[in-house]
């Protein structure tokens, strides 16, 4: 069953996660992984810091964390005026018609990552239709306890579906990103603070 579309906020922490349609996979070989990370730096991390992720053959989870409202108001400055000026809403509280704009403008954002991506893919292997099973999914994640678990779940991914024995064998997560030296997509440093420590990273299970 499908989770409510619940908005982006500034400064807000969510679990977006998402599955391919039926029995298909949208990564089958490791440029299609590559591939997709590369339009999630194109178009996610203006709008959000990436804290955990993991791509599996058929379905990925992130963790993210949406920008501050300055930020986002300087990203979308030219759009944000254009789409209040078009606004036809009944909305007369003007604070609230700004987070409703934002959230429509972060949500175009995720809408266009996945939608390129499904473009090139379905042109590479000569597929047509949806590629993914519905619209991105998110839940907001509003408790350190949420934040951590969502952080395990989303390492032992590999795990838990039987890919690998071990999570940082896993090439497609953010786990060895954090845990080693190389540049990454991953606020690795933020992550490594919430959970107080390389040490205490490893442990959680």
Partial sequence: MPYPKISLEPDGTYHIFNHAVGRDNFFQN???????????KKWILPVADILAYCLMPNHFHFVIRIKSLNELNELFAGKFEKRKRSDKSNATDSSKSQFLI??????????????SYAQAYNKTYSRKGSLF???FQRKRVDTNEYFHRAICYIHNNSVSHGFTEKREDWKFSSYSAITGNKPSLVSKDEVLELFGGLENLGNEI
């Fill in 30 to 40: 490791e440029d299609n992984y590559i591939f997709f990370l590369k339009k999630i």
């Fill in 102 to 115: 934002l959230n429509d403008l972060v949500t175009e954002q995720f809408s266009h990552c996945f939608n």
């Fill in 133 to 135: 099973k519905q619209s």
